[in-house]
Every structure is written in C-alpha cells, then in structure tokens.
C-alpha cells in the first residue's frame, strides 16, 4: 500500500523563533512547514526570512483560517491571497483543517470539530472543489483535536475522512497526535482510526506534543512528542509507507537544537519503522 | 439540529462571557469516558479566551506594563467581548483597541493610555508594511543638479506619524526595559513622533517642531525642495539650503523617504 506521493523526508514547523539559527546553521533539515497566515503579509521581517529560506529549503504552506466546514461563505480574498503566497514561494503542497474555525459572525480563531453527518460531508466536500479550484492543486486537509462529539454523527471521523477524499479529491494530512489526543478523549483506539484511512490519500503525518491531565488530554503543541505518539506514529508509517513528516511545536519554544534533537529521533524511528516493513514485504 | 444552527450554537457558546452552559446545545454533544461535555466545552470556552488576550497582551505589552496583568485582564477580556475578532488573521485583532480603551474608560485615563495603545499599534503597522522604494545616499548623490529644485519625495509605507500629548514614549521605552513606571503626564508642546521600518527593524524618534514642519511641507503636503527652502530661508535666511539638505539627508539615511509618485 506503498503511497506515490512525493516523500518530503522530516521536516520541522517554520517559526520566528529560529528564523536566524535556521539561515546561520543551514541544519539538516529536509524541508519546513510555513504557518500560512503569517505571511500573508506585505513585508517586513517574517516575508525577509521566508524569501531566504525558501531559496534553501523546500516548503509546505500550512493554514489555519480556511474554516472549510464553517456557516459563513467562503473567503474568495482570502484564498487569493494564498494562491499569492503559494505562487511566490512555490510550496510542494498546501493544507489547512478540516474543521470550521470561523462562525456566523465572528472569527473563532480555533479548529472546531464538524458533526460527522452526511450534511456536512457534502457540505464540506462541495467547499474543498471550489477551494481546489481556486488554488489549482488538490487541498490538503488535516485530522483536528476534539473535546466533544456531536450525537447525531452519523460516521466515525475516519469513515468521514474516507467519503470526503473519495468525494472531493482532497488529500489528508494525518496529525498522529491529534489521532492519540481525540482517541483518548472519546475512548476509540487510535490505530483502527489509522488503518481505516486511505493510505494513498496520505500526503503528510504530523507529530507534536500535548498535555496530559489524566481524565483527558488537550492538543497543546508544547511538549515534546510522548511515546505512545512515537509507537503510534512507527505503526502507521510500517503500514502506509514513508510519508512526509512534520515535527510541530507552538509554545514553549525548546534551544534549536533540542528540536532538532527531536526530528532526529523521528527520522531515526521513521528509518526502523520503514527497514521493519521492507523486510515483512 | 441542522449543521448551521448547530455551529450557531457553538458560537453563541464561546462567546459567551461565562461558560455557562446552553442545556439545549449542551444536548446535542457526547462526550468520551472521562471527558464530559461540560469540560470538552470549557476547553473550547478557555481557549477561545486565552488565544484572544494573549494577542492584546503580546501587542499591547506597554499597556500591560502600565496596567499591570489584573487591570489589564480586566480591560482586554471586555474588549474581547465588545470587539469580537473579524478577520481571519489574529494580528489584526487589537486594530481597536485604543479606540476602545477612549470609550471604554473614564476620560482622565482613557487618553493617556489610549495614546500609548495607538503607539503600540504603529509599531505593529510598521512592522510588516510594504518595503517601499526607500531612498538611499546613493541615489541622492546620482541626481542631477537640475532636479534637486523639483524634488518631490513620498514616505516609505510603513511609516506612522503620531501626535503624542502624554510621555507615551517614555512610558513605552520604560516597558522594554522593564524599568520602574515613570508615571504619566501631559507633554506641552505635543510632540510628533515617527514610527517606521528601516532594514527590519523598527524604528522610532521625535521631531523638533522645525523638522516636523519642514517633513510636514516636503512629505505630508508634497513640496518640492525648492519650496522647502523657500519655507526655510525665513528662518535660515542664507543657510536655508545647508539645513535643507542636512534634513534630508538626515531622513534618507533613516530610510523614511521614497520618490512621490508622478
């Protein structure tokens, strides 16, 4: 079930807090992750250092205000404005939620969950044609954290995952964390979440860390990855193949170097996880 | 319950000052084995909140500084309420908040501390405004002597003119040295004070009311250097040209000034 995707190796989350370790250590890593909204910008700084590192580096735009399932109409300028950035630094592909994060008034600024309802599949799916046509490429579309469920789901998050890729030709960003961070929150188990997905549909895996409290868990990005994430994440790349992976960290910025620490174990558990799948073919 | 009502009812839901629950909407939600619908909701609720302060708190450290973090949690979570966020990028998010702050609170602190708001602002504004065409020496030095006397020049964009009638600056410089608070009182004359970006980095200084005046003919009304030295030769007499020239020069260097647009 090998994906003909193109493989990106391991790359980290672009942020400000490293822009000048980045340009001045030149470090191994394969490529990096833009947060979209950043730059959609018309100077300054942060445009200074994406120009930069994009002459070094290959880059994914990754968005976080698409709100594809959301009440409100699509925002045409927006998307604009990202079809501009993406023109500009060229990234390998371009991804945001599934989720809504803007509601009928008023921007939310949070990855909401949508009801898993054959309302919102088609709803969802005839959203991400008119956005892929705009953008001319297939959306990339990323599995969000969750702290409630509605009740009147009618499929399970994969099976929705499942019927919007076949519907709308999207390609799924599998966040591993927020597969662990939602399985533990609403008791299903994480890897049938996985294995149920289309792997040919995959084009990218995240990994981050969270914040454990015990009766439940909240998708922090704070943390390094923990290790049931890490086994999660080496079950899912023996069963799919290599997939572009992506370290995310949002808060509680570590030393460079410890992050980069961190990519190296995921390229290292990447490398086992694949080598135990070549010999099992 | 259709998908729009629902999200309807998730919005009202966060923007909710207290996360009380609406027992209907609250009806509607599963939660997990050890995740009720109370707390998966209070999650969404607390953050929903926290995202938005941590915006205003980040923009408006100065304010912080002044305020202290209570006061300021106070008048951040009421514009929170008062100005939901429109647009879909969060650094848009205090745009009103010195507006706010000027109706928001009594007059006799609302001015003061709006005025260090809009200071903050504009470093905000000059931070990731357009580059521009900035001028540079070298430039100055290649044109022609003939085309000095109709020189017009523009600001770059990301320049921010303030009027400041408070010491907001010294309020704000205290901030970002994280010194004692230097208290809070009228300036007289009010002083015109630039915020802009030069190679990056944000900049700022005053103006003498001479120098503001003579950027005010040369800049603001679109002068050409003949004129500015016309307007100076009243006070400068011979010397009106010198002084023309080591403003100007003074202000490429800075990288204030791009061509004026025919």
Redesign the interface.
């Known amino acids: 079930m090998a994906t003909s995707l193109p493989f990106l190796g391991y790359g980290l989350g672009l942020r400000n807090e490293y822009y000048e370790q980045i340009l001045e250590q030149s470090p191994a890593v394969d490529w990096f992750e833009v947060i979209s909204?950043n730059y959609?910008?018309?100077?300054?700084?942060?445009?200074?250092y994406l120009d930069a590192i994009a002459e070094r580096y290959p880059l994914v735009m990754h968005g976080v205000?698409l709100?594809i399932g959301?009440?409100h109409a699509l925002?045409f300028d927006?998307l604009k404005q990202i079809k501009q950035l993406a023109e500009r630094i060229q990234p390998a592909w371009v991804s945001d939620h599934l989720c809504?994060s803007?509601?009928?008034?008023?921007?939310?600024?949070?990855l909401?969950p949508?009801?898993y309802?054959e309302?919102?599949l088609y709803?969802v799916a005839g959203r991400v044609r008119q956005v892929q046509d705009v953008l001319q490429r297939p959306l990339v579309l990323e599995n969000v954290s969750s702290?409630?469920?509605?009740?009147?789901d009618e499929f399970c998050e994969w099976e929705f995952l499942n019927a919007l890729a076949h519907l709308s030709g999207c390609q799924l960003l599998l966040d591993v964390n927020n597969v662990y961070v939602s399985a533990?929150?609403?008791?299903f188990d994480p890897w049938t979440f996985i294995c149920n997905l289309p792997p040919q549909s995959i084009r990218q895996l995240h990994l981050a860390g969270h914040r454990d409290y015990?009766?439940?868990v909240?998708d922090t990005h704070d943390h390094p990855v923990c290790d049931p994430v890490w086994a999660l994440y080496q079950q899912t790349l023996a069963h799919i193949g290599p997939v572009s992976t992506l370290l995310e960290r949002d808060d509680h910025f570590p030393p460079f170097q410890e992050l980069l620490d961190e990519l190296a174990k995921a390229r290292q558990l990447g490398a086992s996880a694949l080598a135990g799948r070549a010999l099992c073919a | 319950m259709r998908l729009t009502d629902w999200q309807l009812a998730f919005e009202a839901h966060l923007l909710n000052d207290a996360p009380a629950l609406d027992q209907g909407f609250a009806a509607t939600l599963r939660g997990g084995p050890s995740l009720d619908v109370d707390t998966g909701l209070a999650i969404y609720h607390n953050a929903y909140r926290a995202r938005l302060l941590d915006v205003l708190r980040h923009d408006f450290s100065a304010v912080r500084y002044w305020l202290g973090d209570d006061e300021f949690a106070a008048l951040a979570g009421a514009y929170v309420r008062r100005c939901p966020s429109e647009h879909y990028s969060l650094r848009w998010f205090g745009e009103r908040f010195a507006t706010f702050i000027l109706e928001h609170l009594a007059q006799e602190h609302s001015a003061p501390l709006a005025e260090l708001a809009r200071l903050e602002w504009a470093f905000t504004l000059a931070f990731d405004a357009p580059h521009g065409e900035p001028l540079t020496l070298a430039d100055m030095a290649e044109l022609p002597p003939q085309a000095w006397p109709g020189l017009q020049v523009a600001w770059v964009p990301s320049v921010q003119q303030l009027g400041c009638h408070f010491n907001s600056l010294a309020i704000w410089r205290a901030a970002k040295d994280n010194g004692d608070f230097p208290g809070s009182h009228a300036v007289e004359p009010a002083q015109t004070c630039l915020v802009w970006r030069h190679e990056q980095v944000c900049r700022y200084r005053t103006l003498e009311p001479a120098e503001a005046s003579a950027l005010a003919t040369m800049v603001t009304t679109g002068g050409c250097f003949a004129e500015l030295c016309a307007q100076l030769a009243v006070t400068y007499a011979e010397g009106a040209p010198l002084q023309a020239v080591t403003w100007l020069k003074q202000w490429v260097q800075d990288g204030l000034l791009q061509h004026r647009a025919p």
Do not use: I
């Not at chain 1, 959609?40 to 200074?48: D, E, F, I, R, S």
């Not at chain 1, 803007?102 to 949070?110: S, T, V």
């Open positions: 909204e959609l910008v018309q100077g300054g700084k942060a445009l200074y205000s709100s959301g009440p925002d927006y809504w803007r509601g009928n008034a008023h921007q939310l600024h949070d909401l949508l009801p309802t309302e919102s709803y702290y409630v469920r509605a009740k009147a533990r929150n609403h008791g015990g009766d439940y909240v």
